[in-house]
């Protein structure tokens, strides 16, 4: 089994900035990647960043420049860093990591954290 554990949401002013981390632990022995995804009522759940096994990052257009992902692999942790956060970045945001089990890959998802940024 994997277990994914977030902390660092919280309420926090515009402009202000925030800290999420993620721990994985069970087996997972082959971390495909891991992201983070948001979510508001009534809408899907939705990329925000994610950070390859290699290190290669991909991001939303909106937090480009403002977020970054990073991950350390001694910890299995993955961080993302969040700056100048708008009204429009608050949501419930989940950790993701995709790992191999061949043929395919298998997603797993952490139990949220919430951010809300006030006006």
């Known amino acids: 089994q994997v277990q994914l554990v977030e902390s660092g949401g919280g309420l926090v002013q515009a402009g202000g900035s925030l800290r999420l981390s993620c721990v994985v632990s069970?087996?997972?022995?082959?971390?495909?990647?891991m992201g983070w995804y948001r979510q508001v009522p009534g809408k899907q759940r939705e990329l925000v960043a994610s950070?390859?096994?290699?290190?290669?990052?991909n991001y939303a257009g909106p937090v480009k420049g403002r977020f970054t992902i990073s991950r350390d692999n001694a910890k299995n942790t993955v961080y993302l860093q969040m700056s100048s956060l708008k009204p429009e970045d608050t949501g419930v945001y989940y950790c993701?990591?995709?790992?191999?089990?061949?043929?395919?890959?298998?997603?797993?998802w952490g139990q949220g954290t919430q951010v809300t940024v006030s006006a």
């Open positions: 993701n990591v995709q790992i191999a089990h061949p043929p395919s890959t298998a997603n797993y």
């Open positions: 950070i390859t096994s290699g290190g290669s990052t």
């Open positions: 069970g087996r997972i022995s082959d971390i495909v990647a």
